[in-house]
């Protein structure tokens, strides 16, 4: 159900600003922003109203990372109707805004790829807010579940590929030891967010790319050498530096809950945010799918392929808001922005997301008292969820 009106009252809920929650406060809604969050004791005149019912309402959830849901990948058939259906999907878990996120795969996919989000951008579509490449320039020794055969040096065109007109906020997950020095240092420049996932530099070559302009950290511990007395690697680097951003997947599986409060706890304050690493049966009552022609398999909330390994996640934004409250011990209002309000920061968002204050778009999720999504804005359109 959708619903749609060049204004809004919002009334009879909690407000969480991104900075606390606030009661017996109102939101108004104009031409997609929010236009003023006030006391509730104005009268609304002829703006249509919006029960909230008692409701937290929190800025939309952010994900960097989606490589599928509704049942598809982003991979399998890179263009609008599937960018469409994932956003959908994930919609109806309280992300407002998601980059779809291509896996390593061939130079024609990765060309198609972003010729399906510029044309979904120019199309007006809501929620894409651009385009996520993880790999094809990994290690790989730390592959995962990417395909060995697509993982690659860099092609010629990437540097044009990636920092082309038309794509919005551009993430590139690469291995740092693989691509020449200076690469990251020239995508940073163009506005790209270059992180270091599926990898395994030395101490030497993690320092140079954060020299060099490296943003962040993808999925922070999966896919690289684990943290050890007398190795910090990519992990203890990327704790230790305050600039960068982790992502972090709370699913429960990828990485013990004790691991995450400890990271949580070393972490520069802001600088850990939540990704899904969603996968086309997010939203999608499919138990498997195709990746690179190997089965996927859904069971006991893991995504695995035949040998065990993990194949992204089964997991929903609001399921990591859930589990980072209640697994990692986390406030309400730090997963929240964990889910919004970092995310945001991390793509240079901050001034216009993740917040709910005058002049920021309204991109909105509205919880119950369960923690279950009721109601989701996007650019003030309204959708009702079950």
Same mark, same amino acid.
């Given at each position: 159900?959708?619903?749609?009106?060049?204004?809004?009252?919002?009334?009879?809920?909690?407000?969480?600003?991104?900075?606390?929650?606030?009661?017996?406060?109102?939101?108004?809604?104009?031409?997609?922003?929010?236009?003023?969050?006030r006391?509730?004791?104005?009268?609304?005149?002829?703006?249509?109203?919006?029960?909230?019912?008692?409701?937290?309402?929190?800025?939309?959830?952010?994900?960097?990372?989606?490589?599928?849901?509704?049942?598809?990948m982003?991979?399998?058939?890179?263009?609008?109707?599937?960018?469409?259906?994932?956003i959908?999907a994930?919609?109806?878990?309280?992300?407002?805004?998601?980059?779809?996120?291509?896996?390593?795969?061939?130079?024609?996919?990765?060309?198609?790829?972003?010729?399906?989000?510029?044309?979904a951008?120019?199309?007006?579509m809501?929620?894409?807010?651009?385009?996520?490449?993880?790999?094809?320039?990994?290690?790989?020794?730390?592959?995962?579940?990417?395909?060995?055969?697509?993982?690659?040096?860099?092609d010629?065109?990437?540097?044009?590929?990636?920092?082309?007109?038309?794509?919005?906020?551009?993430?590139?997950?690469?291995?740092?030891?693989?691509?020449?020095?200076?690469?990251?240092?020239? $995508?940073s420049?163009?506005? !790209?967010? /270059?992180?270091?996932?599926? %990898?395994?530099?030395? *101490? +030497?070559?993690? =320092?140079?790319?954060?020299?060099?302009?490296?943003?962040?950290?993808?999925?922070l511990?999966?896919?690289?050498?684990?943290?050890?007395?007398?190795?910090?690697?990519?992990?203890?680097?990327?704790?230790?530096?305050?600039?960068?951003?982790?992502?972090?997947?709370?699913?429960?599986?990828?990485?013990?809950?004790?691991?995450?409060?400890?990271?949580?706890?070393?972490?520069?304050?802001?600088?850990i945010?939540?990704?899904?690493?969603?996968?086309?049966?997010v939203?999608?009552?499919?138990?498997?799918?195709? $990746?690179?022609?190997?089965? !996927?398999? /859904?069971?006991?909330g893991? %995504?695995?392929?035949? *040998? +065990?390994?993990? =194949?992204?996640?089964?997991?929903?934004?609001?399921?990591?808001?859930?589990?980072?409250h209640?697994?990692?011990?986390?406030?309400l209002?730090?997963?929240?922005?964990?889910?919004?309000?970092?995310?945001?920061?991390?793509?240079?968002?901050?001034?216009?997301?993740?917040?709910?204050?005058?002049?920021?778009?309204?991109?909105?999720?509205?919880?119950?008292?369960?923690?279950?999504?009721?109601?989701?804005?996007?650019?003030?359109?309204?959708?009702?969820?079950?």
């Amino acid at each position: 159900m959708n619903a749609g009106h060049k204004s809004q009252l919002l009334v009879n809920g909690r407000i969480f600003t991104g900075e606390e929650i606030l009661p017996k406060r109102e939101v108004l809604l104009a031409d997609g922003m929010i236009g003023e969050v006030r006391l509730a004791s104005r009268s609304a005149g002829d703006i249509p109203i919006i029960d909230l019912e008692g409701g937290l309402l929190a800025p939309g959830f952010i994900d960097c990372q989606v490589n599928g849901g509704g049942g598809v990948m982003f991979n399998d058939r890179p263009d609008l109707a599937t960018i469409a259906a994932i956003i959908q999907a994930h919609r109806a878990f309280g992300s407002t805004g998601l980059l779809p996120t291509l896996i390593s795969d061939d130079w024609a996919v990765m060309k198609k790829a972003a010729g399906a989000v510029r044309d979904a951008r120019r199309a007006g579509m809501a929620g894409l807010l651009g385009l996520h490449f993880e790999g094809p320039y990994l290690n790989p020794a730390k592959k995962g579940a990417h395909d060995g055969r697509r993982i690659r040096p860099l092609d010629d065109g990437a540097l044009d590929l990636f920092t082309g007109p038309g794509l919005g906020k551009v993430v590139v997950t690469l291995a740092p030891e693989i691509v020449p020095p200076g690469m990251i240092r020239r $995508l940073s420049d163009a506005g !790209v967010r /270059v992180c270091a996932g599926h %990898c395994a530099p030395t *101490d +030497g070559q993690i =320092a140079a790319a954060l020299d060099e302009g490296l943003a962040g950290f993808t999925h922070l511990f999966n896919a690289m050498p684990p943290l050890t007395s007398r190795e910090p690697g990519v992990v203890g680097a990327a704790l230790a530096d305050q600039d960068s951003w982790c992502g972090i997947i709370v699913d429960g599986h990828h990485v013990d809950p004790i691991t995450l409060r400890v990271a949580i706890a070393a972490k520069a304050r802001g600088r850990i945010m939540l990704v899904t690493d969603a996968m086309a049966a997010v939203g999608a009552a499919a138990r498997s799918f195709q $990746l690179s022609g190997q089965t !996927v398999t /859904v069971a006991d909330g893991r %995504c695995s392929l035949p *040998d +065990g390994t993990l =194949a992204g996640s089964n997991l929903d934004m609001l399921s990591a808001v859930r589990n980072t409250h209640q697994l990692l011990d986390q406030p309400l209002e730090e997963a929240l922005r964990m889910a919004s309000l970092y995310p945001a920061e991390f793509l240079g968002l901050g001034e216009s997301r993740g917040r709910i204050a005058d002049g920021y778009c309204a991109d909105l999720v509205l919880l119950g008292d369960d923690l279950a999504v009721r109601r989701t804005w996007i650019g003030g359109q309204m959708s009702v969820h079950n």
